[in-house]
């Protein structure tokens, strides 16, 4: 087991243990990306990660390439987070294979170079700097590694790779040939489990990606207004991400206003807003490869109305308790259980539940799940089932409620496998005088929770989230 008191302290000098004095939103952030040049010492934590992986390959091999086509995603180039969280080398047109030859177990291809490529992408590394800086036991031309994967291949050994570069795998299939007798099995079998459990420096960049995007969430809340599109306000959050060092956000960013709010992953951004809306933003920096995930729901007025700050005030009732249940051994899914029980007493009392017990009405108004793994993933690997927290997680806790306009009429679609259809019809017809004075109103506060030995840490508390943090800093 990892220590982690160490970090937390290092954590506290960084960035605060409480929320910062007065209400002046004083954010921890430098515009400083010298963070991101590792040094001979921080290279250790990807030898020790490829010698864990290396010990239990066996026969095998693992192959894997530094981009596929769906990895030039969003602004620009991104390397594969198996073949980076592996290597730490971000060039593209580059390939890593490990085996447990003891003379070669960890070769590195240097990108392939030509003029016309120096011409359009620039200068990348040589032979020498690879082995200098990346350490691998053998470095080879792009040439050759084309060579020594097919000679591999053809072996019949069986080799993991990721399995999502399909592009790569139909590649691998035709140098095995029809007759070959190669396995070609998915990384993430060795991997991921590694993953789960955060090292001290993929915790640092987390804790920076949370604090440019916290400081972009902020940001907003000083500008937003009324006849400002959505587009506006992500320019705004992408704009800061930039400003402080983020090449690019981590995702695709939500910023929905009025019935946007209500859908769970909308992403044109287009839509003037209007007095009287919530603008939901589920946003989120990537630093060093790894991504932020914070969602914030303020007045675009600047100013709660009554239904929306008792919706707002019974999430952050839910997202709060719910954090105290983040702490080892407790298991991932106690999380969701008390945002559960928070809401469906909440909407109880407000006459939104006819049936405290019936689990569909409940799911009526919250739609999700309460958590996932972050990391190089904004759904990080990992298993989630039956699992007990342990120190070096990082799982996001985001309860949402969302009246939809159409969700009335919906209803015995989406559950007539809970309900027969008289209990559904009797369900809608009691709760629509209440359910129409919230339509409209989607309602999901989002934040990225650190599990340590002593408890957690809330990497994305500078983010504001209580109701009057939220209307002061939009005055």
């Known amino acids: 087991?990892?220590?982690?008191?160490?970090?937390?302290?290092?954590?506290?000098?960084?960035?605060?243990?409480?929320?910062?004095?007065?209400?002046?939103?004083?954010?921890?952030?430098?515009?400083?990306?010298?963070?991101?040049?590792?040094?001979?010492?921080?290279?250790?934590?990807?030898?020790?990660?490829?010698?864990?992986?290396?010990?239990?390959?066996?026969?095998?091999?693992?192959?894997?390439?530094?981009?596929?086509?769906?990895?030039?995603?969003?602004?620009?180039?991104?390397?594969?987070?198996?073949?980076?969280?592996?290597?730490?080398?971000?060039?593209?047109?580059?390939?890593?294979?490990?085996?447990?030859?003891?003379?070669?177990?960890?070769?590195?291809?240097?990108?392939?170079?030509?003029?016309?490529?120096?011409?359009?992408?620039?200068?990348?590394?040589?032979?020498?700097?690879?082995?200098?800086?990346?350490?691998?036991d053998r470095t080879v031309s792009y040439r050759e590694v084309r060579a020594l994967i097919d000679s591999i291949v053809k072996t019949g050994a069986n080799i993991y790779m990721d399995r999502s570069d399909r592009t790569f795998l139909r590649d691998l299939q035709e140098m095995a040939g029809e007759e070959g007798s190669t396995q070609f099995k998915h990384i993430g079998k060795l991997v991921d489990e590694l993953r789960v459990i955060k090292e001290p420096m993929e915790v640092e960049y987390m804790q920076k990606a949370c604090n440019i995007t916290a400081m972009a969430l902020t940001n907003v809340m000083k500008e937003c207004?009324?006849?400002?599109?959505?587009?506006?306000?992500?320019?705004?959050?992408?704009?800061?991400?930039?400003?402080?060092?983020?090449?690019?956000?981590?995702?695709?960013?939500?910023?929905?206003?009025?019935?946007?709010?209500?859908?769970?992953?909308?992403?044109?951004?287009?839509?003037?807003?209007?007095?009287?809306?919530?603008?939901?933003?589920?946003?989120?920096?990537?630093?060093?490869?790894?991504?932020?995930?914070?969602?914030?729901?303020?007045p675009v007025n600047g100013k709660f109305s009554s239904e929306q700050r008792s919706i707002y005030q019974l999430v952050l009732e839910a997202q709060k308790a719910a954090i105290e249940q983040m702490i080892p051994d407790h298991m991932f899914t106690d999380a969701n259980d008390t945002v559960t029980a928070v809401i469906n007493r909440g909407l109880t009392e407000l006459g939104l539940i006819t049936d405290p017990e019936s689990d569909w009405q409940v799911s009526f108004y919250t739609l999700h799940g309460t958590s996932h793994f972050l990391g190089m993933d904004v759904h990080d690997v990992g298993r989630?089932?039956?699992?007990?927290?342990?120190?070096?997680?990082?799982?996001?806790?985001?309860?949402?409620?969302?009246?939809?306009?159409?969700?009335l009429e919906q209803a015995q679609e989406m559950f007539k496998k809970d309900a027969d259809s008289t209990e559904i019809a009797e369900f809608v017809e009691q709760i629509r005088p209440v359910y129409e004075q919230y339509?409209?109103?989607?309602?999901?506060?989002?934040?990225?929770?650190?599990?340590?030995?002593?408890?957690?840490?809330?990497?994305?508390?500078?983010?504001?989230?209580?109701?009057?943090?939220?209307?002061?800093?939009m005055r």
């Open 225 to 298: 207004k009324a006849a400002m599109y959505e587009f506006e306000m992500e320019a705004v959050i992408e704009g800061t991400f930039l400003e402080y060092g983020s090449a690019m956000p981590g995702f695709n960013s939500i910023v929905g206003s009025g019935p946007n709010s209500t859908t769970l992953h909308y992403e044109p951004n287009k839509r003037l807003m209007e007095d009287g809306d919530l603008l939901l933003m589920d946003v989120g920096a990537e630093y060093g490869y790894y991504t932020a995930d914070i969602t914030r729901t303020i």
């Open 1 to 136: 087991m990892k220590n982690y008191f160490s970090l937390f302290i290092f954590l506290l000098i960084l960035s605060g243990c409480t929320n910062p004095a007065g209400r002046t939103w004083m954010i921890p952030v430098t515009i400083d990306p010298a963070d991101l040049d590792y040094s001979p010492s921080s290279m250790e934590s990807f030898e020790e990660r490829r010698s864990q992986l290396i010990d239990s390959l066996g026969n095998s091999f693992v192959i894997l390439r530094s981009a596929s086509q769906c990895s030039a995603n969003r602004h620009e180039f991104r390397p594969n987070n198996y073949f980076y969280y592996l290597t730490g080398y971000a060039d593209r047109g580059s390939y890593a294979i490990l085996s447990q030859d003891p003379n070669q177990s960890y070769c590195l291809s240097a990108p392939p170079q030509n003029m016309r490529m120096q011409i359009y992408d620039g200068k990348v590394l040589d032979v020498q700097e690879i082995m200098e800086k990346y350490r691998p």
């Open 439 to 473: 339509i409209n109103i989607g309602v999901r506060i989002e934040d990225d929770i650190l599990v340590t030995t002593g408890g957690n840490i809330n990497l994305s508390r500078y983010a504001p989230k209580e109701i009057e943090d939220i209307e002061q800093i």
């Open 384 to 407: 989630y089932h039956e699992r007990e927290l342990e120190p070096g997680m990082v799982i996001t806790i985001e309860p949402g409620i969302y009246f939809r306009e159409k969700a």
